[in-house]
């Protein structure tokens, strides 16, 4: 009886002091180590190091003695991975510290480490924690998987007993035996044909939509280019200015089309993404923004400047009143998105669009070839301003002349250059035109209705079309090159009857 009462009373001390240990949240980080924060146990907490704590000395797998941030070893030595890094309650307990880590002098629960010191003893072999094993179906699935497994090999064996054919061989003749035995041989030859079979999806085959691309009037329905020559010619182009050695997902042909696709078609870079070997529309928006301005550099040698011999030498029928026309003016308009700066809304209305306009000046030959365009101005401008900061009068020379419409009020400006002006009459203070000024409106609306149809054929590209977006504002004027140098290399306004011999 004393035994067990002793044995009772040590049993009784052990679980008061077990209650006297007051746990706490101060765990150890390190991956399997079970330590926590005890009042009665000599175990001592630290705090990962700060990143602007002085760097030390350290070999690192190479044998190569570096300096380098003591928090980026102890991470690597305790196998702490990035995200856990990210957390600011890091601690490491004194299990896996050396005595001479720390500083003399102190207590062993508030032991200081000394400034160098790293963790060196009990350290994990891995972070990685595994995953745990899948569970199992539950027992009324495993019973319906098992039924339709049963029930598919029940088939089978059906099949197989119904294509054999098994007969009396003694009630037959040689001939039919023989026949039956061809039979048989058939039929297994059919099974192992049938098991042995490969499949093949049809969403292996791709097909690229270059490859549909095989006639002159596809590609320029799709492209807006007027034949495969002039497609060579521009990827030879871009081959020589601008060499490219990176590799892409598409090559340089693919790329340049989706460009010209987009322009004429106007399609989402999702529905292009999608065309074009299921790439990602922010790949597709990338490539459409960096070939942009390439092939604006390339095409904007299309559009210049003729000389007066040149254009002499090209004059229709219905410039032979006005002979000394060396351009023919016109400003067009394409809608764009509205923008959020204040200052940008008020300078890109157009009152005669009623919205948000870019206004571009257009200036062709008096054969119907574009020779001038300028850079994007707001809707707002008039157009006696665009054609001011457009310079294109320093161009000309006297005794040139312009051919314009009624909203070029520029008569002091090409006063001063000594150009001519052509522009129909004004009727001012008359009820109507008397026959000379009716004539003269004719021959001149006859004459400058062909700026309007070049205008048409720009805004053909659906990209002018459709609202133009704020974002690749700064994309318009070289997209506005591209379409304009695609317009002189196109078929001609003109026919040929209509030019004097």
Avoid at 190 to 202: E, H, I, R, W
Avoid at 326 to 333: A, I, K
Avoid at 358 to 367: A, E, Q, S, Y
Wanted: charged share 25%.
């Amino acid at each position: 009886m004393e035994l067990n009462v002793h044995e009772m009373e040590n049993q009784e001390n052990k679980k008061n002091k077990n209650k006297n240990k007051k746990k706490s949240n101060n765990y150890c980080s390190v991956y399997g180590c079970n330590s926590f924060y005890l009042t009665n146990e000599c175990i001592s907490f630290h705090r990962l190091p700060d990143l602007n704590e002085p760097k030390i000395s350290w070999k690192n797998s190479f044998g190569i003695e570096e300096l380098v941030n003591r928090r980026r070893i102890w991470a690597v030595k305790l196998k702490l991975s990035e995200e856990a890094l990210t957390k600011k309650q890091l601690q490491v307990c004194s299990k896996h510290f050396t005595p001479n880590d720390y500083l003399p002098g102190f207590n062993r629960i508030r032991q200081r480490l000394r400034p160098f010191a790293v963790p060196s003893v009990n350290l994990p072999k891995s972070s990685v924690i595994l995953p745990s094993p899948k569970k199992r179906s539950s027992p009324k699935k495993r019973v319906y998987q098992d039924q339709i497994e049963d029930e598919c090999h029940d088939e089978n064996l059906n099949i197989s007993s119904s294509t054999s054919i098994q007969v009396d061989d003694d009630s037959l003749t040689s001939n039919q035996t023989n026949d039956i035995t061809v039979a048989n041989n058939i039929i297994n030859q059919l099974k192992t044909t049938q098991d042995n079979g490969t499949q093949v999806s049809s969403g292996d085959l791709v097909t690229p939509l270059i490859s549909l691309i095989d006639h002159k009037k596809k590609l320029i329905t799709m492209t807006g280019i007027c034949s495969f020559n002039a497609l060579n010619e521009i990827i030879n182009l871009h081959k020589q200015y601008f060499p490219d050695k990176r590799t892409h997902r598409l090559n340089l042909k693919e790329r340049i089309i989706m460009v010209f696709l987009k322009l004429k078609q106007g399609l989402s870079f999702a529905i292009l993404s999608i065309l074009f070997n299921d790439l990602t529309s922010e790949t597709c928006r990338s490539t459409y923004i960096l070939m942009i301005p390439q092939l604006a550099q390339i095409m904007q040698s299309l559009v210049y400047w003729l000389s007066k011999q040149e254009i002499l030498s090209n004059l229709p029928f219905c410039f032979d009143n006005f002979n000394n026309v060396r351009v023919v003016l016109d400003c067009t308009e394409i809608s764009v998105q509205r923008p959020k700066c204040l200052t940008c809304r008020i300078k890109c209305y157009s009152n005669y669009k009623s919205t948000f306009t870019l206004k571009f000046l257009v200036g062709i030959t008096p054969g119907g070839l574009i020779s001038f365009i300028s850079k994007p101005y707001g809707g707002r401008s008039s157009d006696k301003a665009i054609f001011e900061q457009s310079n294109i009068i320093e161009n000309m020379q006297p005794p040139d002349a312009i051919m314009v419409d009624k909203g070029f009020l520029i008569d002091d400006i090409c006063k001063k250059k000594n150009i001519s002006i052509i522009r129909p009459p004004f009727l001012k203070n008359q009820t109507q035109f008397n026959k000379d000024d009716a004539l003269l409106s004719k021959n001149i609306a006859k004459a400058r209705v062909h700026i309007e149809r070049i205008n048409q054929r720009l805004k053909s590209f659906k990209i002018f079309q459709q609202t133009f977006p704020w974002a690749h504002v700064h994309l318009a004027s070289d997209i506005m090159a591209i379409v304009g140098g695609l317009c002189n290399i196109s078929p001609p306004i003109f026919s040929l009857d209509k030019f004097n011999s």
